[in-house]
């Protein structure tokens, strides 16, 4: 019982070292103590049921360890994705403990690999009850240099890299075999090296723009008012005449903004910000934005009011120009619980409040791309730089560059905000674009598209940075192919499962020994 509590608290430790800042080297064997605790067991419900509550209790605590800070703007948010995310995780398990004790090893290895990165894929991929912050590949956020073929697999690509580095571990030390340690060294040393290739043979592009990132430091938590705009323009109004774009983060302006009508803010912000000297630089701001509808019309989303009628809000992006001209992309992530309510009927009847939000925000119909002075920059919102492909998308629609914009203060001073920073580093890589981060406040800066971090600001500062980066016009593997890594995996377990069917007809007719 010790021994087998013992195992099940180093392997949440090894997991969750990648996202407390750590290093992500450790998931190469944080599945081991787990494999071995399986091993220990026979093939009764008994033992199943055991390993069950081994392995629940193993993902909980990394859970716990790791997304705690989600407490501090959703209560009942991060209960939720524990509970969804350790679901997902022991499917992939428990099926690779009865397979392995009713069925050839290499099946149940199999098992386990593409039903984890399979099951990793669906819960990304949900429209609601998404959280991917715990995919294995995002624990190498922090060294990207061993990760540079992330711009041919992307993240599942890190994930296929920890599974199989577990099980060659655990089977060089269940066998004692020289060889398999061998070739357990391989597995995990191999793909370093040859990202270290990739890192230091990285040729940077000659073509460069202009980009200056605020951060305005303004309490999350307190009720914005005119102070706070005028703060806002006042850092806004020293970006130099160079930039080509200035990005404010998500929740600059603080104003609804009703699409396809004039707006006074937009036109005093741009009085306030804009010179005939600057006429050439563009600002890219969040905003909650209303559209309006006819009820023939209206979206799966709308709200409606007797006074207003139909309509839905979205958390936007606008592209300001000196004329107070507007162009709006909507964001096509929401955050699970407070911007997208799944089962809303069912919580509003309970009397549930998931995050503060007022009803289900509009979502945006796909990426889009802001341009200024001939160079193409795609606009992620916050959250949406945890989803790989979608990222991706943007450059598909001929993002040249990159920009997000977050409001990170709502998780205080905690590993949240750094690792929602430090995943932008692993998009870089995947799409080889230059990121230009802007945060209320957190950590507003600077990415290569070798994922390095070239200036920021940190937690509680206020300013603006302006830096030259790099445009590019090539797309990657990753980019053109998408998640295929995932997609491949998710065939690879139906194939599997279905091969361990047939396997055990076949046993039990007697057909094979």
């Known amino acids: 019982m010790k021994h087998k509590l013992s195992a099940v608290l180093l392997s949440a430790a090894l997991l969750s ?6 290093t992500g080297f450790t998931l190469f064997f944080a599945l081991v103590p787990l494999l071995a605790v399986s091993e220990s067991y026979d093939s009764s419900r008994r033992s199943w049921w055991r390993m069950c509550l081994w392995g629940a209790l193993a993902f909980v605590l990394w859970n716990a360890a790791t997304i705690w800070w989600v407490w501090i ?19 992939a398990l428990m099926s690779y403990h009865y397979i392995s004790k009713r069925a050839p090893r290499t099946l149940a290895y199999t098992v386990l690999i593409t039903l ?17 912050w715990l995919m294995l590949g995002h624990g190498f956020s922090g060294d990207v240099w061993a990760v540079q073929w992330y711009s041919c697999t992307g993240v599942f690509g890190g994930s296929l890299w920890v599974l199989l580095s577990n099980v060659f571990i655990f089977e060089a030390l269940r066998t004692r075999s020289r060889r398999r340690a061998a070739a357990a060294a391989a597995v995990v040393v191999l793909p370093a090296i040859i990202s270290a290739v990739l890192y230091f043979t990285y040729k940077p592009s000659d073509e460069r723009v202009t980009v200056t990132v605020i951060q305005p430091d303004v309490p999350c938590y307190e009720k914005f008012d005119r102070d706070h705009t005028e703060h806002l323009i006042s850092l806004a109004a020293r970006t130099p005449s160079a930039s080509a774009f200035a990005l404010l983060p998500e929740t600059a302006i603080t104003y609804l903004i009703e699409e396809g009508k004039s707006s006074p803010v937009i036109d005093y912000m741009s009085m306030r910000i804009f010179d005939r000297e600057r006429s050439a630089t563009k600002l890219v701001s969040g905003a909650t934005t209303m559209r309006r509808y006819d009820e023939a019309d209206k979206s799966r989303t709308a709200r409606f009011d007797p006074a207003a009628g139909w309509y839905d809000h979205f ?5 300001i120009d000196p004329r107070g001209t507007v162009d709006i992309y909507h964001k096509g992530r929401l955050v699970i619980g407070v911007e997208a309510l799944p089962m809303k009927g069912l919580w509003d009847l309970m009397g549930v409040d998931l995050g503060g939000v007022a009803g289900q925000l509009g979502w945006g119909e796909g990426q889009k791309v802001f341009e200024s002075r001939g160079v193409k920059l795609g ?24 920009g997000v914009i977050s409001n990170d203060g709502w998780w205080g001073d905690t590993p949240g905000h750094r690792r929602l920073f430090d995943f932008c580093r692993l998009r870089a890589v995947e799409t080889r674009r230059a990121i230009a981060r802007s945060a209320n406040t957190g ?16 937690w509680d500062e206020q300013g603006l940075l302006t830096q030259s980066i790099e445009v590019r016009d090539d797309i990657t593997p990753y980019v053109q192919y998408g998640d295929w890594v995932a997609r491949v995996s998710m065939l690879a377990a139906v194939l599997s499962l279905l091969y361990y069917v047939a396997y055990r007809v076949r046993r039990r007719n007697h057909l094979v020994q």
């Open 17 to 22: 070292a990648g996202w407390l800042g750590i």
């Open 73 to 91: 703007a959703s209560p009942l948010g991060p209960v939720v994705a524990t509970v969804v995310a350790t679901f997902w995780n022991l499917v």
């Open 116 to 132: 984890w990165i399979a099951t990793e894929y669906i819960f990304y991929s949900a429209e609601v009850m998404t959280f991917p």
């Open 315 to 319: 958390n936007s992006a606008l592209l």
């Open 379 to 402: 606009p992620a919102i916050c959250y949406e730089g945890l989803y790989a492909d979608y990222f991706a998308g943007f450059v598909r629609e001929g993002a040249q560059v990159m």
């Open 443 to 458: 950590i507003s800066g600077f990415i290569t598209p070798r994922g390095d971090v070239v200036e920021t600001l940190g």
